[in-house]
């Protein structure tokens, strides 16, 4: 198993262009995740998805889009980037355990490193 | 309300010593998670240890053990017998509920001294 993958990982970005950060796992995990980290900072959750056709905002979504087609591919758009959103994304993934004990821990990709300049 | 908190942003140990990373959170659910993460410097997230809401037990995984005091809410990391490896950033995170929203604390950064 490849484990949860990311491509690129690194890009550099023009402000006002767009791109499309691609995240890919092989573990056939119901539940997926976009992060970003800031430098010295935690990671804040951007969007999530509980399923294929089923996603949902996180603590800082402007800027961003999702959409979840497969239960493998979560990809996030970036439309019109802005040196605010210079940062380290990270994709993962997770299962639910059982109804009682819940979502295990979550599966990392490497992250992508995104400058907007 | 800061959902993970972590108040030291650095820590150091000597080699062979325990240490303690501290974390506290805030959630009004009953059932919820909590996990730590570490981070060298490499960048990629390495999950360390879980300890559910309802786990009477403190969970412990190999030189891991997680301090889980369910009424003062917190869940301090113990590493035991410090390695140069321990080494990162350490991320407290919490899952609320049973399915959604993971939460991550601003990490802590541990040196181990040789």
């Known amino acids: 198993n490849a484990g949860v993958t990311q491509t690129p990982k690194f890009r550099i970005l023009k402000i006002g262009q767009s791109m499309t950060l691609q995240c890919t796992q092989d573990?056939?995990?119901?539940?997926m995740y976009w992060y970003r980290q800031d430098p010295g900072m935690g990671l804040k959750l951007i969007y999530y998805s509980v399923g294929a056709g089923i996603t949902d905002k996180g603590e800082v979504p402007n800027g961003y889009n999702v959409s979840r087609s497969t239960t493998e591919d979560f990809p996030l758009r970036l439309e019109l980037a802005a040196p605010s959103q210079t940062s380290v994304y990270f994709c993962a993934s997770s299962y639910l355990l059982s109804r009682d004990r819940g979502i295990n821990e979550q599966y990392f990709g490497p992250g992508t490193r995104l400058t907007v300049t | 309300a800061q959902k993970i908190t972590q108040t030291q942003p650095g820590m150091f140990v000597q080699e062979k010593e325990a240490v303690t990373l501290d974390c506290t959170y805030d959630t009004s659910d009953q059932s919820y998670g909590l996990f730590w993460y570490k981070q060298p410097s490499s960048g990629e997230m390495i999950f360390l240890i879980y300890q559910g809401s309802y786990d009477e037990q403190n969970a412990t995984e190999g030189r891991y053990s997680l301090n889980f005091q369910k009424a003062r809410k917190s869940a301090n990391l113990v590493i035991s017998a410090s390695q140069l490896g321990d080494s990162a950033m350490y991320f407290c995170?919490?899952?609320?509920?049973?399915?959604?929203?993971?939460?991550f604390g601003s990490g802590t950064k541990l040196n181990v001294k040789p």
């Open positions: 995170a919490m899952r609320e509920g049973n399915f959604n929203k993971f939460y």
């Open positions: 573990m056939n995990h119901n539940y």
